[in-house]
């Protein structure tokens, strides 16, 4: 269940449950605890009739009168409940236990002798009929020679429990419903709301390569939604570039790999014809082109080597100053060569972590890069003191403006003619640049005011 609308459904429908539990439940005791106020209203009413009934000043001994007998205090209480329609029970008690006077209504039944615990407070009981009823016990006191009766008054529950199971019933109708009618409103809002969701996934599915040109609308959607539609449209963006990338990188490869070829076929086809007009730099014609083509079939397979190595990068402490002199000395000729003066500013207890492959790919092709391109009798730097990065190349670059900055590490990219040969295809920066992304470093270029060009490598 990993669908926002299962989530929420296996969430809120259950909350509403419960939540419509406790709300019955309130208002069930709430009434259940109004109704027992009510009869035990009528039955302090009772109570204090008899007390009253029970305590009318009668003349005194001397002048006539008798102190209230228990027969008095039995047809007293009696008078009370005459009434054919009242709903109260009464039972009285002497002292010994014995009943002195019981409503006609009781009939057969009996009531308990009130407890102790029970005696001033209300309370609910059942009759041997199974009838429930609301009690309420307490004590007369007559006199100090006559003494004390207990009283017990109780009134019929069976109208409180016939209104309690009709509110039952209806809280729990009322409930269903409204859980039921909750949980439709929240199937509709959250189909409702996930709408642009729904909405966002059609339109992704219709990207091709043809529409990357093509962005999401955010026109109508939720405020919570609009970030990742800015990310997917910047995503989509990314991948148009990329893509156009890819397109001219195969149209640049395909220039490559033709010029070379027709060069062969064309020599080998007058070779063939002519065999007797041939000479020894049609066939070195014929070997330089595929020198040209291997270099940059191995150039493009170091290329993919690299950028598909993953976890196989082993890192280790590697010594910087030692891999670039190695990489000087590898182009200690050409250095001769053009006349190129080697600035060097080394740090030789400089250790870093890193895989000493890779990172002899790089500073290689960007120390060939410096020397190859570098006006002649020019100078370039190296310096690997800088606390910015791990290590700076500049060389001056007079042909170069900010333009190319963003392309020079496009596969096959050369700025002008003076950057073809048999030698350089124009992958050497592409594979420094994706050595670099591998092993979690760093390359950028700047060209500054005195258009040297400087490439910087550094930690992420």
Not at 101 to 130: C, D, I, T
Not at 174 to 181: H, K, P, R, T
Not at 282 to 294: F, H, N, P, V
Request: net charge negative; hydrophobic share 40%.
């Amino acid at each position: 269940m990993k669908s926002i609308r299962s989530q929420l459904l296996f969430w809120l429908v259950p909350s509403f449950i419960v939540i419509a539990i406790l709300a019955g439940a309130t208002l069930y005791f709430s009434e259940k605890r109004r109704l027992n106020g009510s009869l035990d209203n009528e039955l302090n009413k009772l109570a204090r009739s008899v007390q009253l009934a029970n305590r009318m000043p009668i003349p005194p001994r001397r002048f006539g009168g008798n102190m209230r007998t228990p027969k008095e205090i039995a047809e007293n209480t009696r008078r009370l409940l005459n009434d054919e329609n009242n709903s109260f029970y009464l039972q009285a008690w002497d002292e010994d236990g014995a009943t002195v006077s019981k409503s006609e209504n009781l009939a057969e039944y009996q009531f308990s002798y009130p407890s102790e615990q029970h005696r001033q407070r209300h309370y609910n009981s059942q009759l041997a009929s199974g009838e429930y009823i609301r009690m309420h016990s307490f004590i007369v006191r007559l006199g100090p020679r006559v003494g004390e009766i207990s009283v017990s008054v109780a009134i019929s529950k069976t109208e409180t429990n016939k209104q309690l199971a009709i509110l039952t019933y209806k809280l729990i109708i009322g409930g269903i419903f409204f859980c039921c009618l909750l949980s439709l409103i929240l199937v509709f809002t959250i189909r409702r709301t996930l709408a642009p969701i729904q909405y966002l996934s059609e339109k992704v599915a219709e990207v091709e390569a043809g529409s990357l040109h093509n962005r999401l609308n955010v026109e109508g959607v939720p405020t919570e939604i609009n970030p990742l539609i800015s990310r997917l449209n910047q995503l989509l963006a990314r991948l148009e570039k990329s893509f156009e990338r890819e397109c001219q990188f195969n149209n640049d490869l395909a220039h490559e790999l033709r010029t070379p070829l027709a060069a062969i076929r064309a020599t080998s086809e007058v070779a063939m014809k002519w065999p007797e007009q041939s000479s020894v730099d049609d066939y070195r014609y014929i070997a330089e082109s595929s020198s040209q083509l291997q270099n940059t079939i191995d150039s493009l397979l170091s290329l993919a080597r690299i950028e598909n190595s993953g976890s196989e990068i082993l890192i280790e402490k590697v010594n910087i100053s030692t891999i670039i002199e190695e990489c000087i000395a590898l182009q200690s000729s050409l250095v001769k060569e053009r006349g190129i003066e080697v600035a060097l500013s080394l740090n030789e207890q400089y250790l870093i972590e890193s895989n000493p492959h890779l990172l002899r790919i790089i500073i290689s092709n960007l120390i060939s890069n410096a020397v190859e391109y570098a006006p002649e009798n020019s100078e370039v730097i190296i310096d690997c003191k800088d606390n910015r990065s791990i290590l700076t190349i500049a060389n001056l670059a007079p042909n170069l403006d900010e333009s190319d900055l963003s392309t020079i590490f496009d596969r096959l990219w050369r700025k002008d003619s003076s950057r073809t040969g048999t030698n350089h295809v124009g992958l050497g920066l592409s594979i420094a640049h994706s050595a670099a992304t591998a092993i979690s470093l760093k390359l950028t270029v700047e060209l500054d005011d005195k258009q040297m060009l400087i490439m910087s490598l550094a930690k992420e």
